[in-house]
């Protein structure tokens, strides 16, 4: 098991003002799996990344990804459990606009291994960016932004890949097209994947269907013959 929660609770504040953000959350996902994570606005998709991502800790309940056990992290072992294990994608691809597409990917990859440039020059081919490596990413589309934000992520092979709204900010086509990348690429690798979405239909391309309301999970469905993403209509 790559994700396992158990009896996982997450407040923010106390007392009278206290938000249950996550309640008494149980998930266990297997490596490989493409999971969708659906919900309305407040319902818990973001904290419930960031805690198996390591930017936050749950208030009670245990978290072990990839057999580690994220409460018993010091700050120095979180920063070295998110670099080895896990990539975010974000809905505004938070790219550095100084650097080229090259260097934005390059930074993470120096970071973990000793050919850094060339890694990060392959993984950006891999998604297709291969003649765009050294625009800055004001000169590059939406869709093409996030390309390079997928490409940063997975530079570092980690084994789980949390993307919040990766096609938020993304027109229909753009947004398939990234999602088509997002399965091809974490396929292939056989890396787990939490995508958190407020758009349904994206449901139908995932290997699993999460549904929280109010900090519960209030649905989780398998699903045995997942569509191609380039199939999905909304
Ligand atoms: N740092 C924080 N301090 C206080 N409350 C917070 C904090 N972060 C989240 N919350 C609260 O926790 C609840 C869940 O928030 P979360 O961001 O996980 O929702 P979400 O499902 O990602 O929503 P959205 O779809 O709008 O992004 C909300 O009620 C939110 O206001
Ligand atoms: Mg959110």
Not at 117 to 145: D, I, K, Y
Not at 160 to 181: N, V
Not at 188 to 208: C, E, F, K, P, Y
Request: aromatic share 4%.
């Amino acid at each position: 098991m790559t994700i396992k929660m158990t009896e996982v609770w997450k407040t923010f504040g106390e007392g009278h003002t206290a938000v249950h953000a996550l309640r008494d959350i149980d998930l266990v996902g297997p490596q490989g799996d493409f999971s969708v994570i659906l919900g309305p606005s407040g319902s818990g998709k973001t904290t419930l990344l960031n805690l198996v991502g390591a930017i936050d800790t749950a208030s009670r309940g245990r978290i072990e990804v990839t057999g580690i056990d994220l409460a018993n992290l010091d700050v120095d072992e979180q920063v070295a459990y998110r670099r080895e294990n896990v990539g975010f994608v974000f809905q505004f691809f938070n790219l550095i606009p100084t650097l080229t597409a090259l260097e934005n990917v390059e930074l993470v990859a120096d970071l973990t291994a000793a050919n850094g440039a060339e890694r990060a020059a392959a993984v950006l081919e891999q998604v297709g960016l291969a003649e765009r490596m050294n625009h800055f990413p004001a000169q590059l589309s939406g869709g093409e932004q996030q390309r390079v934000a997928i490409a940063r992520a997975l530079v570092k092979q980690p084994p789980i890949l949390l993307c919040d709204e990766p096609t938020g900010e993304l027109d229909f086509e753009t947004g398939r097209m990234i999602l088509d990348l997002l399965r091809q690429v974490t396929r292939d690798s056989n890396q787990t994947v939490l995508l958190v979405t407020h758009n349904a239909a994206i449901g139908a391309m995932a290997d699993r269907v999460l549904r929280l309301r109010s900090g519960s999970i209030v649905d989780d469905t398998r699903n045995d013959d997942p569509v191609e993403a380039s199939a999905l209509t909304w």
